[in-house]
């Protein structure tokens, strides 16, 4: 019966040492994946300026409208973006517009026939994970241009202004020309010269330690 008690107890004490053993690699392993992550965001947020234009409402004419304006911004603003060197350059360059583009917006929609006002500023916004052609950027708060329509209600649209994904497919070679790092680019395109699954591993890591 001691003996039966003994094994017991010592079972238990094996199943307790291998439960705490078990929790300290669990939080070790979420630290790590923690720290990951914040490192991963801030390099791409210290590189990446994003755009962002939310409609009046979700009816057809305002929808319609905000994709007009959004198409109207972009190519005004093509040179300049498809140009741009950084995001700080970028950045500054619409800060400075700020007026300009409120008053281009606004004159565009009574243009259509939509009189009404037109809030831009350059700002912080919440994206989630969006995928342009071959890149894809993971969810967070990103600086960039915000541009908002009347009452802002509707469902928005965004795309990145720096590096300038809203003209391009998005691939590594394109964004890389553009003076990304080295890893900001391979995990936005999920792909680099040598270790395209590594990287995509990498992103799907970041998603879930982000979530």
Partial sequence: MKKINYRFKRSLFTV????????GLFLTLTLAGEAYS???????????????????????????????????????????????RSKAETAAFFEERIDEIEKLSEEFLAKKGSPGSVKAEVTKSYFPVRRYGEAALPA????????????????????????????????????KEKGLSDETAEIITAESPSASAEIKIKFKIFELFNK
């Fill in 140 to 175: 967070g708060t990103y600086d960039c241009l915000k541009i908002t329509i009347g009452k802002g209600q509707g469902h928005n649209w965004w795309c990145v202004m720096f590096p300038p994904l809203c003209y391009t497919s998005g691939t590594y070679e394109e964004i």
């Fill in 38 to 84: 914040d490192r991963i965001m801030k390099n791409i947020t210290s590189e990446v300026f994003r755009f962002h234009i939310l409609a009046d409402s979700d009816t057809e004419e305002a929808q319609a409208l905000k994709i007009a304006l959004r198409d109207e911004i972009l190519e005004k603003y093509e040179p300049f973006l498809t140009s741009s």
């Fill in 16 to 23: 307790l040492v291998s439960a705490v053993l078990g929790l």
